[in-house]
Antibody, heavy 121, light 107 residues
Framework: EVQLVESGGGLVKPGGSLRLSCAASGFSFSFYSLNWVRQAPGKGLEWVSSIGISNNYIYYADSVQGRFTISRDNAKNSLYLQMNSLRAEDTAVYYC??????????????WGQGTLVTVSS | DIQMTQSPSTLSASVGDRVTITCRASQSISNWLAWYQQKPGKAPKLLIYKASSLETGVPSRFSGSGSETEFTLTISSLQPDDFATYYCLHYNSYSKTFGQGTKVAIK
């Protein structure tokens, strides 16, 4: 069974940093692209970042470019999101989502349950 | 950047109704479009990919159609489990864009 479990969320002050993790199991981790998607309270879904199978392709939404860094460790079956210079508008549930194949032009077929990040003073 | 415009934002329907949700792209996206269902407090669930391909395990009352700039998600006979919010997603290699969502509520 495919499982994605996010961790690392919490309360952080504006300008602060946080690192999210996503632990994967139940599939061959290194063969799939991975993504972060967020959802602000009561709002819609927003794509944040994507990474290819070997850190070769990395893309960000304009809203986080230069502040967030996505990475993966295939040996640990883990995905990460380093978030710096956090703003109130980054407050959201952050989901880890698997790409349907190793490619980048694929939808997200499995999702974690999300971790809440709250940016507030 | 490509914008995805979903309509309506909300709709009220009854069990057994045929429901259609539309997603329009600001420029041609071929068939790189997926549909998701999300229930409160839960992660989204993939229903349709490549505009019209049904994800494994998804009931056949869900269908998708369209290409280029206009796409539709149709639920042929609404069931109690279908009351949820639906999102379209344009996906390409370097960017992904969700529609704003359509909440399907009980009439």
């Amino acid at each position: 069974e495919v499982q994605l479990v996010e961790s690392g969320g919490g309360l952080v002050k504006p300008g602060g940093s946080l690192r999210l993790s996503c632990a994967a199991s139940g599939f061959s981790f290194s063969f799939y692209s991975l993504n972060w998607v967020r959802q602000a309270p009561g709002k819609g879904l927003e794509w944040v970042s994507s990474i290819g199978i070997s850190n070769n392709y990395i893309y960000y939404a304009d809203s986080v470019q230069g502040r967030f860094t996505i990475s993966r460790d295939n040996a640990k079956n883990s995905l990460y999101l380093q978030m710096n210079s956090l703003r109130a508008e980054d407050t959201a549930v952050y989901y880890c989502a698997r790409g349907a194949t190793s490619g980048m032009s694929v939808p997200f077929d499995y999702w974690g349950q999300g971790t809440l990040v709250t940016v507030s003073s | 950047d490509i914008q995805m415009t979903q309509s309506p934002s909300t709709l009220s329907a009854s069990v057994g109704d045929r429901v259609t949700i539309t997603c329009r792209a600001s420029q041609s996206i071929s068939n790189w479009l997926a549909w998701y269902q999300q229930k409160p407090g839960k992660a989204p669930k993939l229903l349709i990919y490549k505009a019209s391909s049904l994800e494994t395990g998804v009931p056949s009352r869900f269908s998708g159609s369209g290409s280029e700039t206009e796409f539709t998600l149709t639920i042929s006979s609404l069931q109690p489990d279908d009351f949820a919010t639906y999102y379209c997603l344009h996906y390409n290699s370097y960017s992904k864009t969700f529609g704003q969502g359509t909440k399907v509520a009980i009439k």
